[in-house]
């Protein structure tokens, strides 16, 4: 750094150094610097020379630097000339060794003690072109230890990360020339273990006064701070520099006192990492260190099972549950199965519990149930039952549970399967009170706890199938701030959240909760759920390009994972999707397995409610009225078990008569309202303007637009003066006049997009888009674009994300 300050700068800037220079430039100075090694002593003393020669006071001044190391005979030498007052004397010392003539010298000189740099005087020394975060980091790393800073501004040139070995090996002479017994200390520091005094004697085989003066001496070194810590560079250099077998040795004393002691082993075992020194003398501190790190950092936990397994220790079963927690499905499975196949294992059923997890995750989740009820612990039981009722087989939901201790995941297991049963025969409400009970049971256990699925998880799954989406919300909230399930289940977490937002009809916030989870690897169930939000997301903007594209992605999803009762909803989402791009036949084993799952378990309403409404929404885009009659009838059916389906039922039998030209605007209204109440804000809006522009009654069309508007989040009344001014005629089926294409470039028009980002998404050039655009002028007899607006406004309602309008009503059914 070419405009870097000298090392004494930053001092000048210190008030009482400006007033010491003064000082030494009106007359004789008698002084003691005191201060640890590279505070800048020697840099002091030369300034100071320095302004007494410009005071022109030099003459019998004496400077005396390293003044501890000076032999006694010297020190009474120079106390003699303090005693006489000739000249004047600076002396510069470190707090240790304290001789007794030093001590006595000093008492008869004013005392001046140096500070390390405060952030500020970093700063000034990096000079001008040194950003404020570099200043921070190089401070706090130095510990504001001047010659470290020094040394680090060398060789950092970006704040952040670890300190390059460039800057470290500048501490190799510090260390080289410090007594073995001070070395240890300095090595028992840099652990970050705490150091009592009776334990650092125990480590140094050293008396209690001994203690004491081995602690000055490190601290006079500028390596140890004054609070007993290593300066955070220096603990790095002395972990990596001392010699190999004096470190090896100091650590494995320490962790055996520890152990013995039992204390924390774990700072202790992250400089070991750091430092690469292993061996058999540290595993069982590795094993230590990994129980502790299990419940909040189970990637390290699992990295320290592994060294302590490794010189023979029996982690296997720990190592495999750590690594499913940290997410690394691959090697909790490796590992587990290679426990379960070894019939003289004791931890055959851990490592059937932790298998049985990953399957979950893998989209198995009847082979996990399997594995569940082999394992046969309390929550094993209850999770196998968990997933025999979510793979349609109640018969096998039947194995009682062990006694065991009650501890907090076998309770919240209980809940869970519990709450799942209520869920397919019982009341939503009850089934949604017990999964929040489950969830809020094993909050406390936060990271620590493996599952194949949270209450959380399955509390959400049924307030979206009950339109209790606060609720489910809430429940979701709780889980990510405690980090419920580790790894494994946040990223499932957010997924849920990312769905209620969409079914919500906020695609923004939607999408960007998805963006969140960013280039994670997600397992089957995980990948499932975020390739149907990335299509429904995409559906509900009309934004074809992107539903084209992730449809190819959401048909690889569907084929890895079987149909489950907790995947229905992207199951459902799914098929409209495919209804929308024609490709239904793609769907039609997964819908048929999912049918036959829902009949196994008596077509429980809470469960069927939402896959038939999206079968609806399919059958409609399909052009299918048979299909989407069927679906009507049951939702009809099952209306009466709860608020959420008779709302449902309601709409769809509105929605149908609306396809079928009978408009009944306060019928049309009041199911979209129910909707709207239900969380299924983008439905009611839909609902609303499919009526608006099928009525050919125009009070009834203003009323349901505006309707559609307010379920979106928009101001009523927003009508443009062209719109206002229309005859009743608008509202006639006059986007019979439009392509089909035309009709998708209409949609994309009314959301604000660019002639650009049309032919972007439609695969077509901006200037086609443009020549669609005055086509549909003309066709239209619109004589601006705003009145092309008002009138396409007219036609689709407003909204975002509707499928193409209809060229028909539909036919009446023989009955009608």
């Known amino acids: ?182 070395r240890g200390l300095l090595l028992a520091s840099a652990t970050g273990v705490e150091l009592p005094a009776d334990l650092l004697g125990a480590l140094l085989d050293a008396d209690l006064v001994t203690v004491d003066e081995l602690l000055d001496a490190a601290r006079a070194t500028g390596l140890l701070g004054p609070d007993g810590r290593p300066v955070p560079v220096a603990r790095r250099a002395v972990a990596l520099l001392s010699p190999a077998a004096q470190r090896t040795a100091v650590w494995q004393r320490l962790a055996e006192l520890q152990l013995a002691r039992g204390g924390t082993v774990l700072p202790l075992a992250r400089s070991v990492l750091a430092a690469g020194v292993g061996g058999a003398g540290l595993a069982a501190a590795f094993e230590a260190a990994a129980d502790e790190a299990l419940a909040d950092e189970p990637a390290l936990a699992a990295e320290l099972f592994a060294h302590a397994s490794a010189a023979g220790r029996p982690t296997a079963a720990r ?104 869920s397919l025969t019982g009341s939503a409400t009850g089934a949604l009170s017990t999964l929040v009970q489950a969830a809020a049971l094993l909050e406390p256990a936060g990271q620590a706890v493996l599952l194949p699925d949270s209450p959380a998880a399955l509390a959400a799954l049924v307030a979206l199938h009950s339109g209790e989406l606060d609720m489910g919300e809430s429940v979701l909230d709780r889980a990510v701030a405690v980090d419920m399930g580790a790894t494994l289940m946040s990223r499932r977490h957010r997924l849920l959240q990312a769905w209620t937002l969409m079914v919500r009809g906020r695609t923004a916030a939607a999408q960007e909760r998805l963006a969140s989870l960013g280039a994670a690897r997600l397992e089957p169930r995980d ?138 605007p306060a019928k049309v209204e009041a199911a979209a309202r129910g909707l709207h109440g239900a969380g299924l804000c983008w439905d009611a809006a839909r609902l609303a303007g499919q009526a608006a522009i099928r009525t050919s009654d125009r009070r009834a069309m203003t009323t349901l637009l505006d309707c559609a508007r307010l379920f979106q989040g928009r101001p009523q009344g927003t009508r443009s003066s062209a719109a206002e001014h229309m005859p009743d005629a608008t509202a006639q089926p006059a986007q019979t006049r439009l392509s089909e294409r035309e009709q998708e470039v209409a949609e994309l028009v009314l959301t604000g997009l660019t002639y650009k980002q049309i032919g972007d998404r439609l695969f077509i050039s901006a200037k086609t888009v443009e020549h669609h655009v005055a086509r549909m002028r003309q066709r239209l007899g619109c004589t601006s674009r705003s009145d092309l607006l008002a009138r396409l406004r007219a036609m689709t309602a407003d909204r975002p994300g509707g499928e193409p309008l209809r060229r028909a009503p539909w036919p009446r059914r023989p009955s009608e």
């Open 1 to 182: 750094m070419s405009s870097r300050m000298t090392t004494a700068a930053p001092y000048v800037a210190d008030e009482r150094v400006r007033a010491l220079l003064a000082a030494a430039e009106d007359g004789p100075l008698w002084l003691a610097v005191q201060a640890p090694a590279g505070y800048g002593k020697s840099t002091l003393l030369r300034e100071l020379a320095e302004a007494v020669q410009r005071g022109g006071a030099d003459r019998g001044v004496i400077f005396a630097d390293d003044a501890h190391l000076l032999p006694e005979e010297r020190l009474r030498e120079l106390a003699e000339q303090v005693a006489e007052q000739r000249g004047g004397l600076v002396l510069a010392y470190r707090p240790w060794p304290r001789p007794a003539a030093l001590g006595q010298l000093v008492a008869r000189l004013r005392p001046f003690v140096l500070a390390p740099f405060s952030e500020r005087q970093t700063a000034e020394y990096l000079g001008p072109g040194a950003s404020a975060a570099l200043a921070r980091y190089l401070h706090a790393q130095a510990g504001g230890v001047p010659r470290f800073v020094e040394r680090l501004a060398v060789a950092v040139e970006q704040p952040g990360g670890e300190v390059p070995p460039a800057a470290l090996v500048q501490f190799r002479a510090d260390l080289d020339g410090l007594p073995a017994d001070v």
């Open 319 to 422: 190592r495999a549950l750590a690594a499913a927690l940290a997410g690394d499905l691959d090697a909790g499975l490796r590992i587990a199965d290679q426990l379960v196949a070894v019939e003289s294992s004791p931890d055959r059923a851990a490592g059937a519990a932790v298998a049985a997890t990953a399957l979950a995750h893998r989209g198995q989740l009847g082979r996990s149930a399997e594995l569940y009820g082999w394992s046969g612990t309390p929550s094993s039981v209850a999770f196998a039952t968990v997933g025999f009722l979510g793979t349609g087989r109640p018969e096998r939901a039947t194995q009682v549970a062990p006694d065991g201790p009650p501890t907090l995941l076998a309770g919240a297991a209980a809940l869970m399967a519990e709450g799942v049963r209520e």
């Open 527 to 664: 990948l499932l759920f975020a390739a149907a939000l990335e299509v429904g997301i995409a559906r509900r903007n009309s934004d074809l390009a992107t539903l084209h594209r992730g449809w190819g992605r959401a048909r690889e999803a569907v084929m890895r994972h079987p149909v489950d009762l907790f995947t229905l909803l992207p199951l459902g989402e799914l098929a409209v999707a495919a209804a929308r791009l024609g490709e239904q036949a793609r769907l039609v084993a997964h819908l048929r397995d999912a049918d036959a799952l829902l009949e196994r378990l008596g077509n429980p309403p809470l469960w069927t409610t939402p896959l038939r409404w999206s079968g609806l929404h399919a059958a409609i885009l399909a052009e299918e009225p048979a299909a989407a009659d069927e679906h009507v009838a049951a939702l009809v059916r099952s209306g009466d078990h709860s608020r959420y389906g008779s709302v449902v039922a309601a709409a769809a039998l509105s929605w149908i008569e609306v396809l079928r030209g009978i408009v009944d």
